[in-house]
């Protein structure tokens, strides 16, 4: 449903939690994919965001910086 302006309903906003696991389980399929290299250097955080379907903001609420999330990530692996 569609309000004025044509804007439509907002999604719920997604928890901590959901969004760590969402953001942890799209980046471990790309290195499932791509393999693991030295260095994280070819996971594109934002590429991450899009797979994991969450919005930017909630993913910079829960990791105010991408090198936490990659820390995370790394422990996750």
Do not use: C
């Amino acid at each position: 449903m569609q309000g004025p302006g044509g804007l439509g309903r907002r999604r719920r906003r997604l928890s901590d939690e959901e969004t760590e696991k969402r953001m942890l389980e799209a980046a471990t399929a790309m290195v499932n994919q791509a393999g693991l290299t030295v260095s994280l250097d070819h996971i594109s955080f934002e590429e991450v965001i899009r797979d994991a379907g969450v919005s930017r903001s909630t993913v910079y609420r829960r990791w105010p910086y991408k090198d936490l999330f990659f820390s995370d990530l790394l422990k996750e692996l």
